[in-house]
């Protein structure tokens, strides 16, 4: 009898260490995927040459570049018709400073690197300075004109964007020195690299109607190497799919038009773009949808994923 009660009582002890333990187990929480909102949006002007193209982190501001034509969108005065700019914004989305890159003619800023002394490097292209116009010349004194006035010929000024462009910005928002090549053809560079060697710009170049890609180093003093010319532009592909490393965890950034796996409940009716966060075991750890086109993404260690969206209303940053 004694050794039936002792069993009974062992038996309801270890039922009820394992009721409580089983109580103390926190449930699976289900994976969703949740609105991601911008905690800057820039409108800029609404003109259709105005954009945000690139940018770089620091621990303590986002320093993106862009196009202005307006002369609102960003503090300073248009040059021509368009600028090439750079923006600092700390992570609570106030200006820090802004710079204007351009002169008389027309430029564009297209991508940008952390430069080793602590400011910028940014690329772009510019036109070629215009030319005046020829007056013409008429030995024979004849009027041709019905009021009697010589006529000098219409000349359009040369400004196609053929001049490849580094602009380096110090940390605190001053031009430091411009560097140009001739490009000889509308030039569209697109990237600048961090090589063993230095720097190189890659991009397209546009002639006729052909386009190439085409290739330039930098040296240690910021001057530009001979265009090396390569193979002919792939297209660009529509939804592309961009993995980051931040920490323990990878990022996943893509147009999603179907199931996800890990995450039953997203049935999208349309492509949209999210943002899945996955850790070490390649589970889906974090799932974020973006309104807009991702057009980059950087890790800042102890901020987050930074993220740049082109929206209907301008463009957004975006800390995941």
């Given at each position: 009898m004694k050794k039936l009660v002792l069993a009974l009582t062992l038996a309801a002890t270890f039922a009820g260490q394992n009721s409580v333990a089983s109580a103390a187990t926190p449930a699976v929480k289900a994976i969703k995927v949740l609105p991601a909102k911008p905690f800057l949006t820039t409108t800029l002007s609404g003109a259709a040459g105005d954009q945000l193209v690139?940018?770089?982190?620091t621990?303590?501001?986002?320093?993106?570049?862009?196009?202005?034509?307006?002369?609102?969108?960003?503090?300073?005065?248009?040059?021509?018709?368009?600028?090439?700019?750079?923006?600092?914004?700390?992570?609570?989305g106030a200006v820090q400073w802004s710079l204007h890159l351009g002169g008389a003619g027309d430029e564009i800023a297209t991508a940008i690197v952390k430069d080793k002394a602590g400011g910028y490097l940014v690329v772009g292209a510019a036109s070629a300075t215009p030319l005046a116009p020829k007056?013409?010349?008429?030995?024979?004194?004849?009027?041709?004109n019905?009021?009697?006035?010589?006529?000098?010929?219409?000349?359009?000024?040369?400004?196609?964007?053929?001049?490849?462009?580094?602009?380096?910005?110090?940390?605190t928002g001053q031009l430091v020195a411009t560097s140009s090549l001739?490009?000889?053809?509308?030039?569209?560079?697109?990237?600048?690299?961090?090589?063993?060697?230095?720097?190189?710009?890659?991009?397209?170049?546009?002639?006729?109607?052909?386009?190439?890609?085409?290739?330039?180093?930098?040296?240690?003093?910021?001057?530009?190497?001979?265009?090396?010319?390569?193979?002919?532009?792939?297209?660009?592909p529509l939804a592309s799919i961009t993995s980051i490393k931040a920490g323990t965890m990878?990022?996943?950034?893509?147009?999603?038009?179907?199931?996800?796996?890990?995450?039953?409940?997203?049935?999208?009716?349309?492509?949209?773009?999210?943002?899945?966060?996955?850790?070490?075991?390649?589970?889906?750890?974090?799932?974020?949808?973006?309104?807009?086109?991702?057009?980059?993404?950087?890790?800042q260690s102890g901020k987050g994923l930074v993220i740049l969206t082109e929206r209907s209303d301008g463009f957004g940053l975006t800390i995941i």
């Open positions: 690139a940018f770089v982190t621990p303590i501001s986002i320093v993106s570049v862009g196009t202005v034509e307006s002369s609102t969108a960003v503090t300073g005065v248009t040059s021509g018709n368009s600028d090439g700019f750079i923006q600092s914004v700390d992570y609570q007056p013409q010349v008429n030995d024979t004194g004849v009027v041709i019905p009021d009697g006035v010589n006529l000098e010929p219409m000349t359009s000024p040369l400004n196609s964007l053929t001049q490849l462009m580094l602009w380096r910005v110090s940390v001739d490009a000889k053809a509308v030039i569209d560079p697109t990237a600048i690299l961090a090589t063993a060697t230095g720097l190189l710009v890659t991009g397209g170049l546009i002639a006729g109607e052909g386009a190439t890609g085409f290739s330039s180093s930098i040296n240690p003093v910021y001057q530009f190497g001979p265009l090396v010319t390569t193979t002919k532009l792939p297209p660009k990878i990022y996943k950034s893509y147009l999603s038009d179907g199931p996800i796996k890990g995450i039953p409940t997203w049935k999208p009716k349309s492509e949209i773009p999210v943002v899945i966060g996955y850790n070490k075991l390649a589970a889906v750890k974090s799932a974020n949808y973006l309104q807009g086109k991702v057009l980059g993404a950087q890790w």
